[in-house]
């Protein structure tokens, strides 16, 4: 038995609730991704309705001239454990759940807003689709048909492939995300897009 | 972006999603003193929200190390506050909720708190059954003193025997893994 170990039998409680604390503290686990308020707010949680686009990853990443190994270790830098396996299974859209705040670092690296590397998932296009009859979705179909001389078809595809993402953030009701998605328009006759 | 030095400051959400476990644990055993284990996750909210707004000014070396002397000091703020807030309220307070702040001081001088909260998952297979068996009903279940003797067809006080030596167990295993600062 260590010197220690004595002292400590002989403040006696103080360690046995010391001791005791630590044991509880270590049985403690993080709450799921969902429920923890600081990984929303760092930006932990995965976008449901967006996801990180394969093809524009590779394309952008070459574009910026750099490796695979080099992307991973830049965002090792940056404090995350990416792999280079892991911006390879990106690249082939095996792994399409990646948290926004690591789709902000990737674009960082790559130089450009992170609202270029996402696309658009079910969930948000779902949205679109239940929302086709509106009023002020159909006008704004028919905007973008003007503006690029497309088909309405086309032009809602295009809509529909151009979401940004800053529609789904903060959780907009119906009305909030035509409104975003009116000003996504205004710029796109404005021909910013 | 870069620290004086020239050294990248890592991204927050990439040090909360690497270390978010542990600042949890060391939130929880700091907030037990004050019997306001409740607020850990508050704790850490607030640490990275004010980090978000306000990053540290000095170069920090090692983030984890610099992660949990700031999470530890907000957990120690908000117990002292709970505490306070409790002591003004009629019956709230209970000596057990402030008291063992100096006993836990002692405790920590010697010993890197955050190092030995991880070993103790290292430490719990090497105790007699009986004794893993209770602290893991009473501490990781939270199950009452009688019903953990009910389950284990033992007396209460035979429970409040073999936590006592399993403490102690726990505490020596530490020892002998060198948890100490």
């Known amino acids: 038995m260590t010197d220690e170990w004595d002292w400590a039998k002989a403040g006696g409680e103080a360690y046995?609730?010391?001791?005791?604390a630590l044991?509880?503290?270590s049985f403690v686990v993080r709450p799921p991704l969902v429920e923890d308020r600081t990984?929303?707010?760092l930006g932990l949680v995965p976008d449901p309705s967006q996801s990180l686009d394969s093809k524009r990853l590779k394309t952008a990443r070459m574009v910026a001239g750099l490796g695979v190994e080099k992307l991973a270790r830049r965002l090792r830098e940056r404090g995350w454990?990416?792999?280079p396996l892991d911006v390879i299974q990106w690249e082939a859209g095996q792994s399409s759940r990646v948290p926004p705040a690591l789709i902000a670092a990737i674009a960082d690296e790559l130089n450009m807003e992170p609202d270029r590397l996402t696309r658009a998932t079910l969930a948000a296009t779902s949205r679109l689709e239940r929302l086709r009859d509106s009023a002020l979705l159909r006008s704004l179909i028919d905007r973008i048909a003007q503006a690029k001389s497309l088909s309405k078809d086309a032009a809602f595809a295009l809509l529909?492939?151009?979401q940004p993402s800053f529609a789904y953030r903060g959780n907009p009701d119906d009305e909030q995300y035509l409104r975003i998605l009116e000003r996504f328009v205004e710029q796109l006759e404005r021909g910013k897009n | 972006m870069t620290d004086s030095q020239g050294r990248r400051i890592p991204d927050l959400a990439a040090l909360y999603d690497q270390h978010g476990e542990a600042l949890l644990r060391v939130a929880t055993y700091n907030l037990q003193k004050f019997g306001?284990?409740?607020l850990a996750s508050d704790a850490i909210n607030e640490v990275f929200k004010r980090l978000i707004e306000f990053p540290p000014e000095e170069?920090?070396?090692?983030?984890?190390?610099y992660l949990v002397r700031v999470v530890r000091n907000k957990a120690i703020d908000m117990g002292k506050r709970e505490a306070g807030h409790d002591r003004r309220g009629q019956h709230a307070a209970s000596e057990a909720s402030v008291s063992p702040v100096d006993p836990f001081e002692a405790f920590e001088t010697e010993y890197d708190v955050a190092r030995a909260i991880g070993n103790v998952n290292r430490v719990l297979p090497a105790l007699p059954d009986l004794e893993r068996h209770v602290l893991l009903a009473l501490y990781r279940d939270g199950m009452a003193s009688k019903d953990v003797a009910e389950v284990l067809g033992v007396t209460p006080g035979r429970v409040s025997q073999l936590k006592k030596q399993a403490v102690q167990h726990v505490y020596e295993g530490l020892q002998a893994l060198g948890g100490e600062s």
């Open chain 2, 59 to 65: 170069d920090v070396l090692n983030w984890e190390s």
């Open chain 1, 160 to 162: 529909e492939r151009s």
């Open chain 1, 81 to 83: 454990t990416t792999k």
């Open chain 1, 39 to 41: 990984a929303q707010m």
């Open chain 1, 16 to 20: 046995d609730i010391a001791t005791s």
């Open chain 2, 36 to 38: 306001a284990a409740h």
């Open chain 1, 23 to 25: 044991i509880a503290a």
